[in-house]
């Protein structure tokens, strides 16, 4: 008898229909709960907002459906020149934080300096708040003279990329660090040279071990897009600041911030199921 037509052949046991069905049941159950009780706690938070004394006021300020619609508008031209930035930042923060991450592993006394002015760069750009940064180089560097007139949106997008880039360097130096030191020895014995193994045996599996905490920094600075308004660049942010000037209301900014979240909800929700799903890879074989 073949192997297929065994498992043409093969049924669950009774037992194991029944064990389906208490799943299939247990399942239910636990998403009607969740249901439930989902319902009734934000049921109470509307109920507790909705009969605060200042609820009127705040109605009309931050909830205007007329102003909403009105700057939908111009607060998603201003999201364009977010997106442009991030689009930017994205590509210069992958190359050089890996050049950073790179820098740092560097093995042997002749390359110290190189280490040294890496990990000095590192550790001032992660300590030193974006918005100072922003300030910095966004009116410092143009008081210098040295360079060309440029818009505000081109030193934001130089602020992200120096901020963000020690941070991504000092992730990926750590996935390169957790890879076992066995994958360089057989590297090398096999004739690479250390470039050729950071570049083909080291940064691939570093990068693998590292994809989650990378693509929460990308939330990250999806959001801090958003602080290039400070230079005066109309993005959305400052879109929103001109109509709440124009109009004395504050539904812009909530127009703006459901926007930013539209933004990164995909990329939240896709950084979930990637962990989870390493984790699950991670823990397949294993006794809990």
Same mark, same amino acid.
């Given at each position: 008898?073949?192997?297929?037509?065994?498992?043409?052949?093969?049924?669950?046991?009774?037992?194991? @229909?029944?064990?389906?069905?208490?799943?299939?049941?247990?399942?239910?159950?636990?998403?009607?709960?969740?249901?439930?009780?989902?319902?009734?706690?934000?049921?109470?938070?509307?109920?507790?907002?909705?009969?605060?004394?200042?609820?009127?006021?705040?109605?009309?300020?931050?909830?205007?459906?007329?102003?909403?619609?009105?700057?939908?508008?111009?607060?998603?031209?201003?999201?364009?020149?977010?997106? @442009?930035?991030?689009?930017?930042?994205?590509?210069?923060?992958?190359?050089?934080?890996?050049?950073?991450?790179?820098?740092?592993?560097?093995?042997?006394?002749?390359?110290?300096?190189?280490?040294?002015?890496?990990?000095?760069?590192?550790?001032?750009?992660?300590?030193?708040?974006?918005?100072?940064?922003?300030?910095?180089?966004?009116?410092?560097?143009?008081?210098?003279?040295?360079?060309?007139?440029?818009?505000?949106?081109?030193?934001?997008?130089?602020?992200?990329?120096?901020?963000?880039?020690?941070?991504?360097?000092?992730?990926?130096?750590? =996935?390169?660090?957790?890879?076992?030191?066995?994958?360089?020895?057989?590297?090398?014995? @096999?004739?690479?040279?250390?470039?050729?193994?950071?570049?083909?045996?080291?940064?691939?599996?570093?990068?693998?071990?590292?994809?989650?905490?990378?693509?929460?920094?990308?939330?990250?600075?999806?959001?801090?897009? =958003?602080?290039?308004?400070?230079?005066?660049?109309?993005?959305?942010?400052?879109?929103?600041?001109?109509?709440?000037?124009?109009?004395?209301?504050?539904?812009?900014?909530?127009?703006?911030? @459901?926007?930013?979240?539209?933004?990164?909800?995909?990329?939240?929700?896709?950084?979930?199921?990637?962990?989870?799903?390493?984790?699950?890879?991670?823990?397949?074989?294993?006794?809990?």
């Amino acid at each position: 008898m073949t192997s297929t037509s065994v498992d043409a052949e093969w049924q669950p046991s009774e037992l194991e @229909l029944s064990r389906r069905v208490l799943r299939r049941r247990a399942t239910t159950r636990s998403v009607l709960i969740a249901l439930v009780s989902s319902i009734v706690l934000v049921t109470v938070l509307l109920l507790v907002v909705v009969n605060t004394p200042g609820w009127a006021v705040v109605s009309q300020t931050f909830f205007d459906p007329q102003v909403a619609l009105e700057s939908i508008g111009p607060i998603f031209q201003g999201l364009l020149v977010n997106l @442009l930035v991030l689009a930017i930042a994205v590509v210069c923060v992958a190359i050089f934080g890996t050049l950073l991450a790179t820098m740092r592993s560097l093995r042997g006394p002749v390359f110290f300096p190189l280490r040294a002015l890496a990990a000095a760069y590192t550790d001032f750009f992660r300590g030193i708040p974006l918005l100072i940064v922003l300030y910095l180089v966004g009116f410092g560097i143009p008081a210098l003279m040295i360079f060309p007139r440029m818009p505000a949106m081109f030193w934001g997008t130089i602020a992200l990329v120096l901020t963000y880039s020690a941070y991504v360097a000092e992730v990926l130096r750590a =996935g390169m660090e957790a890879v076992h030191p066995s994958q360089r020895i057989a590297a090398r014995s @096999l004739g690479l040279t250390h470039g050729q193994t950071l570049r083909i045996v080291v940064i691939p599996q570093g990068v693998r071990k590292v994809v989650p905490a990378l693509m929460n920094d990308f939330v990250s600075m999806q959001k801090d897009v =958003g602080l290039i308004s400070v230079l005066g660049a109309v993005d959305a942010v400052r879109a929103a600041q001109l109509l709440v000037a124009e109009t004395y209301n504050f539904t812009p900014y909530l127009v703006a911030g @459901l926007m930013f979240i539209v933004l990164s909800w995909p990329m939240i929700r896709l950084t979930d199921v990637v962990t989870a799903r390493m984790n699950k890879r991670e823990q397949a074989g294993g006794v809990v």
